[in-house]
């Protein structure tokens, strides 16, 4: 059973454009919702995360939007560069603040294309 | 600080052969993690360690796939004996705690069963 859906599996835009990446959980346990970034040949990347306190956190080009009543939550790439182009996964845990972290449920990843 | 230390990175084997794989996490990182990541697919946990105490093996193929932790800092996997659906990267992750916590992942291991 997958825990998180992510969607779209592909993504093409153009530079300059705003790639949408949306994810759903059903999981009301879950508190903890990262995002990662994987180029070809590496390990994914922590490139953003939030908790459900808050309905939306910016870091630099990149920003999560979250709705926590519709269990949803997006990636957004503000203003998108050819060096954007990589699989994004979003996932989720329910490690609450303890300091031994929970496993992460994954999504299926997105490739996203930036056309420059 | 020096990531999350994976070897070897490439591995072709027979199916029925065994092969492992190991990790170096990030120093001071308590929690160690195997994912296994097939082609297309998000990762996959496999086993989940907090020092050298195994916390998760739930979706660990128990029959065929071992991991240990000894000194609760480095880890192996070990598959014995490989089947062809175990072609995949084997990542490794740790992670740090606090309110959000660092969760880095290793370049990974990517096995080929032939």
């Known amino acids: 059973q997958q825990q998180v859906k992510q969607s779209p599996q592909s993504l093409i835009v153009q530079k300059g454009g705003i790639p949408i990446i949306n994810c759903a959980y059903e999981?009301?346990?879950?508190?903890?919702f990262p995002w990662y970034q994987q180029f070809p040949g590496k390990g994914p990347a922590l490139l953003i995360a939030?908790?459900?306190?808050?309905s939306e956190k910016k870091e630099g080009r990149f920003t999560i939007s979250f709705n926590k009543s519709a269990k949803q939550f997006s990636l957004h790439i503000m203003d998108s560069q050819p060096g954007d182009s990589a699989t994004y996964f979003c996932a989720a845990s329910s490690d609450g603040l303890s300091n031994t972290g929970n496993q992460f449920y994954f999504g299926t990843g997105t490739s996203l294309t930036v056309i420059p | 600080e020096a990531g999350v230390a994976q070897s070897p990175r490439y591995k072709i084997i027979e199916k029925r052969q065994s092969v492992a794989f190991w990790c170096n996490p990030i120093s001071g990182h308590a929690t160690l993690y195997w994912y296994q990541q097939i082609l297309g697919q998000g990762p996959k946990l496999l086993i989940q360690?907090?020092?050298?105490?195994?916390?998760?093996d739930s979706q660990l193929p128990k029959d065929r796939f071992s991991a240990e932790r000894l000194k609760g800092v480095d880890s192996t996997l070990k598959i014995q004996p490989a089947k062809l659906e175990d072609s995949a990267v084997y990542l490794c992750a740790s992670s740090s705690g606090g309110a959000y916590p660092r969760y880095t992942f290793g370049s990974g291991t990517r096995l080929t069963v032939v």
């Open positions: 999981n009301t346990a879950f508190d903890y």
């Open positions: 939030i908790r459900p306190d808050v």
């Open positions: 360690f907090q020092n050298n105490g195994v916390v998760d």
